[in-house]
């Protein structure tokens, strides 16, 4: 017989480990507030436990409890609502660099760096480039000891046509995709002297 897992509100562990995570009592309050059934099951709803709550709710210090939780409460959200705009605000502030570098005559290769901040798996995308222009790919350090993603070939505009696709689908649209061409100079021919 299986029966359902519940994970607490307050500190996302399983209801029955509540009291590993140090907020037995915030994680009691929760769980009577949304699962009575288990939680009568799980701490016992007698009578004396239902009187004491029921004078501790009525007296000024539950309410001073409750205004205190809430406050707490609050400002956990606030913080985590900070967290994500910093996030995003960090993530749009910085650029993908898509590099196209000449190896030989004819030979190039594209690289492709600052993808990181964005947690996109780098070997995944490197498979997906790798069988999507049918040419090598691979995950390297470059000199700034980043992650990079090297490919064989001349795929420069595909690559950044791909790239702001999948930032679109993220919904980063205002991301700055910025593209450096260094080719090698060729010498200059001197005229043939006579």
Request: charged fraction near 40%; include cysteine; glycine fraction near 4%.
């Amino acid at each position: 017989m299986l029966h359902e897992v519940v994970y607490c509100g307050v500190c996302t562990y399983p209801v029955d480990y509540c009291e590993f995570s140090g907020k037995l009592k915030r994680c009691k309050v929760w769980l009577q507030e949304n699962h009575a059934e288990l939680y009568a099951k799980m701490y016992g709803d007698d009578d004396e436990v239902a009187a004491v709550s029921s004078k501790l709710g009525e007296s000024s210090i539950g309410e001073e409890r409750e205004e205190k939780l809430e406050k707490d409460l609050k400002k956990l959200q606030t913080k985590q609502e900070n967290k994500e705009q910093r996030e995003l605000a960090k993530k749009l502030s910085s650029k993908v660099i898509v590099k196209r570098e000449a190896r030989t005559k004819r030979k190039f290769i594209v690289a492709i760096s600052g993808l990181e901040v964005f947690e996109i798996d780098m070997k995944k995308l490197a498979k997906t480039f790798a069988s999507k222009f049918a040419t090598g790919c691979s995950v390297s350090k470059n000199a700034e000891k980043k992650e990079e993603i090297v490919i064989q070939g001349d795929v420069l505009d595909e690559v950044v046509a791909y790239i702001h696709s999948l930032l679109e689908e993220k919904g980063l649209k205002d991301v700055k995709v910025e593209t450096i061409d260094t080719k090698k100079k060729k010498k200059p021919e001197t005229p043939a002297v006579k």
